[in-house]
């Protein structure tokens, strides 16, 4: 019904075509709930009508008539039609209570099931404060915009409708004045809606900013306060809670706009009845009941008219955070998962890449035509510059992104053929920034296999050299581990993300820096780890220290995307090129660790 009163333009990105699809994807699966509180709102309408009605006859017949039985009577009626409107009005806010959670809830599984599906390029150009203010402003903006329909359509407008059908019946000519007035303040009204629109854009932007000032508070603490950064932050905070003030006291101005001009409206329709119906009974000699009656019917519509009024711009306001929403939830994953492909199947473990071209979005190539092959079973090392991309390889290996030219085979079967899944449990992943997730240590392990025992994943973090500090920690295998994880240094970390890798026990290892940032003591216990982990598996390794890729039995040198060397050690030693000159400044300086600082990043 409410409907009715939006534009229906083919755009879906229009108000009628958001909350036809809102409706269709959200509120379908609650249409018989919906039917019912539409039904006790109905009820509720109803009883207004009833009571406006009754007021002709207690003038007319209980004041005037003196009729006292009939006094008894109406406020019997009165009281049961009280009762009834409470208890319906009861039953239709539960009901759309417990509707609108349902729809929250498969509001926010939706976008956060889409989150998953989508790969790295979108968590690249994405900002997290940006998807945490979707997740936790727009499925309340779906809600909103059903709520609001359905109780305008139940209460309001069916309201509104009883009340004119008592008017009709008591004065025509009188509710002619009511029923002309509405399209007059819906016109006005429309001319609200655009603004609200706009501004209610910038306040969820806004809201999103407020967010992220959040998050770098929260994960950047030391910097902020190694940096005294404190008022630097609090100015740009101020900043971001002061914009979304501005645009909520925006929006509330222009929903608060819509009451004077109802408040104007129904007051001259008051006083037009108040004229014409006095004019009546004092030279026409009509009963005065069925002027009370009109004015009794005008008062009890005051409320909904000025809640309908509103309504409109309640609606455009909430459908932004509903077109965010959709915005999400059509985002689509940019490569094909090929769910129905054939599984990848692990002999050797050999990786190839052929004549692989990559550029990463908006970007200039990093690969042209590159070639490369770690060995099944063996450890391939790469080393280089910071951005000559290694890290890009550990990408397309993961299938984190699709290559642009070219392709990528594991054991002769190209990996963009294969079940996305299957090809990332073949590869285990240990990176320098180890996450660790807001659970025990048992199930941060696990992660690697969730349905290991207890006995395996023990029998990993032996492995992984972490069972010892493990054990030392309060609760052992049970210690809930924080957000930052910031009980454990970063050797343990990197410990536990070992224990996961071994856990996974995938044939394909592969190591991005796994080591950068650790200390000599640190490094030889994570060392020993890795030694576990590599023997009989395919490692491909991302070296800063090359201490840590003497043995290994290709090293591969990157620069500005191509392999300029390769060879083992002494090979490449013997040729006194870029990794000859990378070594000596490592290994042949008096303060070996201070000249590996300085070298260039692996």
Same mark, same amino acid.
């Given at each position: ?53 009754? *007021? /002709?006859? +207690?003038?007319?017949? !209980?004041?005037? $008539?003196?009729?006292?039985? %009939?006094?008894?009577?109406?406020? #019997? &009626? =009165?009281?049961? *039609? /009280?009762? +009834?409107?409470?208890? !319906?009005?009861? $039953?239709?806010?539960?009901? %759309?209570?417990?509707?609108?959670? #349902? &729809? =929250? ?498």
């Amino acid at each position: 019904m409410l409907l009715r009163l939006l534009p229906r333009p083919t755009d879906p990105d229009s108000a009628y075509g958001l909350i036809s699809r809102l409706m269709r994807e959200f509120g379908r699966r609650y249409t018989g709930r919906y039917l019912l509180a539409l039904l006790l709102l109905g009820v509720a309408a109803a009883t207004n009508g009833v009571v406006a009605w009754l *007021v /002709s006859d +207690v003038v007319d017949k !209980v004041f005037i $008539g003196k009729n006292a039985v %009939l006094l008894f009577g109406i406020a #019997g &009626i =009165v009281f049961v *039609v /009280s009762v +009834v409107r409470g208890v !319906v009005t009861f $039953g239709s806010t539960m009901l %759309l209570t417990r509707v609108g959670n #349902g &729809i =929250v809830a498969n509001a926010q599984a939706k976008m956060f099931d889409r989150v998953l599906s989508l790969g790295i390029d979108f968590h690249d150009r994405t900002h997290s404060s940006d998807l945490i203010t979707r997740m936790s402003t727009n499925a309340n903006a779906a809600r909103q915009v059903l709520d609001t329909i359905i109780t305008s359509a139940g209460r309001d407008f069916l309201t509104l409708i009883a009340l004119i059908v008592v008017m009709l019946i008591q004065s025509p000519i009188l509710a002619v004045v009511v029923i002309v007035i509405g399209p007059l303040a819906l016109f006005s009204i429309n001319r609200l809606v655009r603004s609200v629109r706009t501004v209610a854009t910038e306040e969820y932007r806004s809201l999103g900013r407020v967010v992220a000032s959040m998050q770098e508070a929260a994960l950047g603490a030391r910097v902020i306060k190694a940096f005294n950064l404190e008022p630097i932050m609090r100015e740009r905070m101020d900043s971001s809670i002061k914009a979304v003030r501005n645009r909520a006291n925006r929006i509330a101005l222009q929903t608060a706009r819509a009451g004077p001009l109802m408040e104007i409206l129904s007051g001259s329709a008051l006083a037009a009845i108040i004229l014409f119906g006095g004019y009546s009974i004092i030279y026409l000699g009509q009963k005065p009941g069925a002027f009370m009656g009109m004015i009794a019917a005008v008062i009890l519509a005051a409320d909904p008219a000025r809640r309908l009024g509103r309504t409109r711009i309640q609606i455009e306001a909430g459908l932004v955070g509903v077109r965010m929403m959709f915005e999400l939830l059509d985002q689509k994953p940019s490569f094909d998962a090929n769910p129905d492909g054939p599984d990848l199947v692990i002999s050797t473990g050999e990786v190839v890449f052929d004549k692989v071209d990559f550029a990463y979005a908006g970007g200039s190539p990093l690969f042209r035509g590159l070639d490369f092959r770690a060995a099944g079973g063996r450890m391939t090392a790469l080393v280089g510059p910071s951005g000559s991309g290694k890290s890009t390889i550990i990408a397309l290996i993961e299938r984190f992104y699709d290559v642009d030219g070219g392709h990528i085979a594991i054991d002769g079967q190209k990996t963009s053929k294969v079940k996305l899944d299957s090809l990332r449990r073949a590869l285990s992943l240990v990176s320098q920034d180890t996450v660790l997730f807001r659970d025990t240590v048992r199930q941060n392990i696990r992660i690697g296999r969730p349905d290991a025992s207890d006995a395996e994943v023990e029998a990993a973090a032996r492995d992984a050299n972490a069972h010892d500090f493990i054990l030392g920690m309060a609760n052992g295998y049970e210690t809930q581990l924080g957000g930052e994880n910031i009980q454990l240094s970063g050797g343990q970390r990197q410990r536990l993300a070992i224990a996961r890798a071994m856990l996974r026990n995938a044939p394909i290892v592969l190591l991005d820096e796994a080591t950068s940032s650790l200390d000599t003591e640190s490094e030889r216990q994570v060392q020993i780890a890795f030694n576990r982990l590599m023997a009989g598996r395919t490692t491909i390794v991302i070296a800063h220290r090359l201490s840590t890729v003497l043995g290994a039995h290709r090293i591969c040198v990157l620069v500005d995307g191509r392999i300029v060397e390769q060879g083992r050690h002494a090979e490449l030693l013997a040729t006194g090129g870029r990794y000859a000159r990378l070594y000596r400044l490592q290994f042949e300086s008096q303060d070996p660790d201070a000249l590996s600082e300085s070298a260039p990043a692996a």
